[in-house]
């Protein structure tokens, strides 16, 4: 196995620091090193052209560059040897540069010492490479999205635009969500329905998408690239394609009366029914609750259209992203048992007075007391009913509900003028472009504002009577009113439940479906090809529901547009001999790849490569084809194998955030001492306990183990995992007489270099104190190497987390 | 069912009527009493300490292992609430280190949820059902506070036993509202008002009867209620009596077991009148 | 202020934020509190004052003030507040604190006499309680008196002290586990 290696100058970057020469000698009496050299830089043409000359003349089957940090250069130098011919997975680096000699610039000898250890890890694992291939998966150019509210709608349509299929799976029997029940809209007060509505109608028509209203999704199965989803169509009993959407004749001969949900309880209708006149598909249908079966509607219908026969339907289909877009559902006010809703009539909800105020709702845009009947003279608006409170478990902000209640004020007021409005709050939320001056609109309409929080609501003389403290002044009050609109915040649909199980979504603690990263990635799931917009992952409103459906949709475009996917070939593997299918993988794996069918098997595309599976496994059945165990195993022992400082620490460092910091300490020259030898893995849950064991056992003082901070982890819990299996780690440590302080494990974000090296100075202090490895066990017994056997012995099976 | 009982400083005071008709109620209905041995005060709502108010009530808890009832929502409301408190290890550590016995967990009930509980809906041990009497259901604020079982401001397990004994529930607003009780020594104007306008509101829905659960809401409705009369120049005149004795009524026990004689507005008035309409069905 | 006192409120604030619970910091001042308080209109500063008054160390202000004695201990405060504090148990930690620091006064003298006669008896009786806070406040007699009669003739008065065997566990209780 011809092995070359390539010390670089980086011109005096390393040269400068490190002695160059003595390293390139070193290097040549490595085992398995056909050639070795240093170059000027190696990344220049001139030096990659060195390389493949010396891979064609040497026959070199593997590389080491001992250079800058693999996470700038390892694309550079995979591409220049796999040109030559080499499979590009043959190269390996050693950092030299960023985490050597830019941060032990005073320290040359012992520096050059440290590159040495560097260098012999390299090799070592370099020894074990196995050739990759990336492998490239065809994928379906369908998507499907589920929930047609205005988020799911804008998603669609994009998608469908942009020559994708699409299927458009919602629940009810209408697309359209909350805010086709919305009168006008914030922040300008345009009719909501009036720019909904066509929207509606084009995904109804569009050739590329497929609509199944009515509908649910029941089994999800597959990853990125390939979901197969399978679901119901329920019955409506009423013929889709030949119902006129009349619903006068049907209706009117239905002799049962019910509570409309589209009106939020202040309005009926009969069990055959249309939601509202602008429904898609504009179509009837039955609710089998409240029919009683006596076919009067089917009499009655003109077109022949009802079908009290109807079955439900079984769908199946093929897509390669899932856009999850399932909206809100208000809190229930009669959850805040003082404010007496559901006890007094005109003590009602923002949605029921949104359905008031729309001209095709149940008052025909009146505003009325449902005691009585008549117009609303004195009208008294809640905030934060539900949201911002403990009491109901809503810490959360809804966000919308401010404006929705400056909006409802305002449109009261311009009808009416003289009615007496005011707005009861904490704090005005109206953050937004255009949303403060809306707010001001609404002072000089002659909108009251009192600062405080009703504490309670009573009927007094048939009116409904506030207590309150006007908190601005001091004053405890009583105030009447015709009318009091509790403005209900935004709870996540329970509906959407069912499909965040299938799919392997994680919650936030406020419930909304959870984002994979709050700041960068504001539409993806942490499963891959799945995305999440609209209120589904919190309150929001419309324009921002919109944005985030156009956003997924342009993700899920960029996922499928070339119709196939190409896949690091870094992913775990099962040895199915091994596999004793504990399962205890498939509850650790974040990407939600693993499935145990005797024995357990990994989706490779769905496998992001973080190894904590790997790490978990109680026999060692799960290993990963790149950072394998063996690979990992071997730079342990070639960092210890020869022992020149005290305290020797081998540390494992994640690749995306303490990986990043020990480079960044490198570019910032942030200056530390030498005893670190670090190995990057992909995540720190991919420190299986026998590496530790095995550095302590090799003679290592210290292991030092480095993660992303606590919920920045770019697998979603890696850290904890980490950290549950230092805690046990030391437990072991402890039973075997070594002082449990020698295993360490660190937080460090890729922007925080100086935390790294003051983490790093600190472990060598604490190292210092405890002295050499063994040191315990000399003073305790005079003497014994550490009983920590052989590798993979590590702690037992049940005290693997 | 066997229970550990606690019966409260006011057992042996101002709520003597609360002690003798608990005692006899569940004599007539089958559930063994034992008395905690050697109790000490609840601290009622007069000690600010929290630790020193959860010792006080570990000490009682711990002198027993079966569930504890008891008839006052004061002391309820003290259990309940080091129960809570005491779920925590350290505080569990620290007050277990001074008592004698240790607590280990414990089962608190109110007589009320107990005797709901051992009724049976149309039960035949009520041989006086108190039909179309009104009786105005007057919680106070410590039997459903802090939120445990039932709902802390709207809760409905007494209009449930008064329907139970086919009495007819009358709704107050101030139903959870305070009695004024804790600051009546040294804040006597304040509470009185507030003890008046239960009353008052009660008189106006029409109650016949305000039962309550708390004897330091009883002293307050019931005691004080003819010097409230004077003060504030109404007439109420309506008894208050405790739920046991209610339940003591329906189930046919006498005055002298329920201990009505010591109840300062007689409810005799309004028992005679169920006899009356019983006798005439 | 001078930089002294105001450490020194600080380590009060730490104080009733121990006793209180540190969920106290959130407070928004919405006045849930106050508005659901049956005292409220006798009160001042309200309790949701107080709870500011806490907060900025102003201990002076927030030990010495009526509203800690008309607290009922209802605790419709703390089952509304919508940032789960206890606005009860800050009351009840400013009462603590003022008995611990001695600051006297009627009201602090009936908590005082009740607290006493746990200790020493473990038990409580009205007599001798009443009798005892009478002496230090006799404008109360008027209604003592009144009251006093009608329990009397009911049979419903406790004249004689009760005492519990477990005396010196009671007076255990309540000095070491007040720290
Ligand atoms: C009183 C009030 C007034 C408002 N006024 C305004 C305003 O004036 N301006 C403004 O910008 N915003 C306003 N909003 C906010 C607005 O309603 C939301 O921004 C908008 O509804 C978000 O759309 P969405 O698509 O995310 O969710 P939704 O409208 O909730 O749509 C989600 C859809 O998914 C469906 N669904 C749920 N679960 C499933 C499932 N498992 N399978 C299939 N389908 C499912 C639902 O049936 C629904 O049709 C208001 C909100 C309220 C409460
Ligand atoms: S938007 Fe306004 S009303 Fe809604 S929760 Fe936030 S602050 Fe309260
Ligand atoms: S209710 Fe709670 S948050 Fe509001 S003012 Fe009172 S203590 Fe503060
Ligand atoms: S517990 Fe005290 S402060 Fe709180 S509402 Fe009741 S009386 Fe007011």
């Known amino acids: 196995m011809p092995t070359g290696v390539y010390v670089c100058h980086c011109g005096l970057n390393i040269a400068g620091v490190l002695n160059v020469e003595d390293l390139k000698s070193f290097a040549e009496k490595l085992p398995g090193v056909a050639v070795a050299r240093d170059l000027q830089f190696s990344c220049s043409d001139i030096g990659q052209e060195q390389i493949q000359k010396d891979i064609a003349e040497h026959k070199l089957d593997r590389v080491v560059v001992a250079a800058c940090s693999p996470r700038l250069h390892e694309p550079t130098f995979r591409r220049a040897i796999s040109k030559a011919g080499l499979n590009p997975y043959m190269l390996e680096m050693a950092n030299i540069r960023e985490q050597c000699s830019w941060v032990h610039m005073d320290q040359p000898a012992m520096a050059t010492e440290k590159a040495k250890d560097l260098i012999r890890m390299a090799v070592a694992k370099a020894e074990l490479l196995q050739p990759l291939e990336p492998e490239s998966i065809p994928v379906s150019k369908e998507v499907l999205v589920v929930g047609g509210g205005v988020a799911g709608i804008a998603a669609a349509l994009d998608l469908a635009d942009a020559g994708l299929h699409v299927f458009l799976v919602e629940r009810r029997p209408t697309i359209g969500g909350y805010m086709a029940l919305l009168t006008d809209v914030f922040p300008t007060n345009d009719c909501s329905i009036c720019v909904l509505g066509p929207k509606m109608s084009e995904v109804y028509n569009h050739p590329n998408i497929t609509l199944y209203t009515y509908s649910e999704v029941l089994g999800v199965e597959g990853s990125v690239g390939n979901f197969t989803v399978s679901g119901v169509r329920r019955a409506r009993y009423v013929d889709e394609k030949l119902c006129k959407g009349c619903i006068n004749e049907c209706a009117s001969a239905c002799p049962v009366e019910v509570s409309s949900e589209y009106d939020f309880g202040i309005g009926k209708r009969k069990a055959i029914y249309v939601p509202y006149p602008q429904a898609v598909p504009l179509a009837a249908c039955i609710d089998p609750k409240a029919c009683i079966g006596c076919s009067r509607c089917a009499e009655a219908c003109p077109a022949d259209a009802v079908r009290l026969e109807q079955e439900a339907q079984d769908f199946k289909i093929n897509v390669g992203a899932i856009i999850v877009a399932t909206g809100w559902q208000p809190f229930d006010a009669a959850r805040k048992e003082e404010y007496g809703f559901g006890r007094y009539r005109d003590v009602i909800t923002t949605l029921q007075m949104e359905r008031m105020l729309n001209a095709s709702g149940p008052t025909k845009g009146e505003v009325v007391r449902p005691s009585t009947g008549e117009i609303a003279g004195s009208i008294a608006f809640l905030q934060c009913v539900g949201s911002r409170d403990a009491t109901v478990g809503n810490c959360y902000c809804s966000r919308i509900c401010c404006m929705a209640s400056l909006k409802n004020a305002q449109l009261v007021k311009e009808k009416y003028p003289d009615t007496d409005i005011t707005i009861y709050y904490m704090d005005i939320r109206a953050c937004g472009e255009g949303y403060e001056e809306f707010y001001i609109r609404a002072q000089k309409l002659g909108i009251n504002f009192v600062r405080s929080r009703v504490s309670s609501i009573q009927e007094e003389e048939g009116r409904i009577s506030l207590i309150y403290e006007d908190t601005q002044n001091g004053e405890i009050r009583r105030a009447k009113h015709d009318l009091a609109v509790l403005s209900v915040g935004l709870e996540p649909d329970s509906n959407a439940e069912v499909l965040g199980n299938l799919l392997g979504l994680s919650r936030r603690p406020d419930r909304f ?210 950290l549950q299996r230092v805690n046990v780690l030391k437990g072991v440590l402890e039973k075997v007489g070594l002082d449990p302080g020698r295993v360490k494990i660190v937080w460090c974000a890729a922007s925080e270099g100086e935390i790294y090296a003051q983490d790093l100075r600190e472990f060598i202090a604490e190292l210092k104190a405890m002295g050499p490895i063994g040191t315990e066990l000399k003073r305790r017994d005079g003497g014994q190497q550490p009983d920590l056997a052989q590798p993979g012995n590590g702690p037992e099976e049940g005290e693997k987390p | 069912m066997k229970l550990a009982y606690y019966p409260g400083c006011v057992s042996l005071s101002t709520g003597k009527e609360m002690d003798i008709s608990t005692r006899a109620v569940c004599a007539a209905l089958e559930i063994e009493l034992e008395e905690l041995s050697d109790w000490n005060c609840c601290g009622a709502t007069h000690v600010s300490n929290e630790q020193v108010a959860t010792g006080l009530a570990a000490r009682n808890m711990a002198q027993t292992e079966l569930p504890i009832m008891t008839p006052c929502s004061i002391c309820y409301s003290n259990l309940r609430s080091a129960v809570r408190r005491l779920e925590d290890l350290e505080v569990r550590e620290r007050v277990n280190a001074v008592l004698e016995k240790k607590y280990s967990g414990a089962a608190v009930r109110h007589a009320l949820d107990v005797i709901l509980e051992s009724l049976e809906k149309k039960d035949e041990r009520i041989v006086l059902p108190l039909r179309e009497m009104k009786v105005a259901a007057y919680y106070g604020c410590l039997l459903t506070r802090p939120a445990g079982q039932y709902s802390p401001q709207f809760p409905t397990i007494l209009e449930e036993l008064t329907r139970r004994l086919e009495a007819e529930p009358v709704e107050l607003r101030h139903k959870t509202a305070c009695c004024g009780g804790p600051i009546f020594m040294p804040r006597e104007d304040a509470a009185d008002d507030i003890a008046f306008a239960i009353l008052a509101e009660a008189k106006e829905a029409g109650a016949e009867v305000i039962v309550t659960v708390c004897p330091l809401c009883h002293l307050m409705l019931d005691a004080k209620q003819r010097a409230l009369e004077q003060k504030k120049g109404q007439k109420i005149g309506i008894p208050v009596l405790y739920v046991t004795q209610l339940v003591g009524i329906a189930l046919g026990l006498g005055p002298e077991e329920l201990g009505l004689e010591m109840n300062s507005v007689s409810p005799m008035a309004v028992v005679e009148r169920a006899y009356e309409k019983m006798a005439k069905e | 202020m001078s930089a002294v006192t105001a450490a020194k409120d600080m380590e009060f604030k730490s104080e009733v934020l121990r006793l209180a619970g540190p969920e106290m910091q959130t407070c928004i001042q919405c006045g849930t509190c106050s508005a659901s308080c049956p005292t409220a209109h006798l009160m001042n500063p309200s309790i949701r004052k107080l709870v500011k008054l806490c907060l900025e160390g102003r201990k002076k202000e927030a030990l010495h003030n009526e509203t800690l004695w008309l607290c009922t201990s209802c605790l419709l405060c703390t089952v509304r507040c919508p940032r789960g504090i206890r606005p009860k148990a800050v009351v009840s930690a400013l009462k603590d604190i003022a008995e611990r620091e001695g600051v006297r006064g009627r009201d602090a003298s009936y908590e005082e006499f009740f607290l006493k006669q746990i200790k020493s008896n473990g038990r409580i009786a009205e007599l001798p309680l009443t009798a005892e806070f009478l002496l230090v406040y006799p404008q109360a007699a008027v209604q003592s008196m009144q009251m006093g009669l009608e329990l009397i003739s009911k049979g419903k008065i406790a004249a004689k002290l009760e005492r519990i065997e477990g005396r010196d566990e009671v007076k255990r209780i309540v000095e070491e586990l007040r720290e």
Request: proline fraction near 6%.
């Open chain 1, 513 to 722: 479906f959870e984002i994979a990263h709050p700041k960068m990635r504001p539409v993806e799931a942490h499963i891959d090809g799945v995305f999440i917009a609209g209120c589904a992952s919190g309150p929001k409103e419309i324009p921002i529901s919109i944005a985030q459906g156009s956003a997924a949709a342009a993700k899920a475009l960029k996922l499928l547009h070339r119709g196939f996917l190409e896949l690091e070939p870094t992913s775990a593997y099962v040895d199915p001999d091994k596999c004793i299918q504990c399962k205890l993988c498939v509850d650790i794996c974040p990407k939600k790849a693993i499935s145990v069918k005797s024995p357990a098997y990994v989706d490779e595309a769905a496998c992001k490569g973080c190894g904590s599976c790997a790490a978990a496994c109680p026999v060692d059945a799960i290993d990963m084809r790149f950072f394998s165990d063996q690979q990992i195993l071997a730079q342990v022992k070639a960092a210890t194998e020869v022992k020149r400082e005290f305290p020797l620490i081998v540390a494992f460092l994640c690749n995306w955030c303490s990986y990043g910091a020990a480079d960044l300490a490198g570019t910032s020259r942030i200056q530390y001492p030498t005893n670190a030898r670090n190995i990057r893995v992909m995540c720190s849950a991919r420190v299986d306990p026998s590496f530790v064991l095995e550095a302590l056992r090799q003679g290592a003082d210290g292991v030092l183990i480095a993660g992303c901070r606590i919920g920045e982890c770019h697998y979603k819990d890696g850290n904890y995992q980490a």
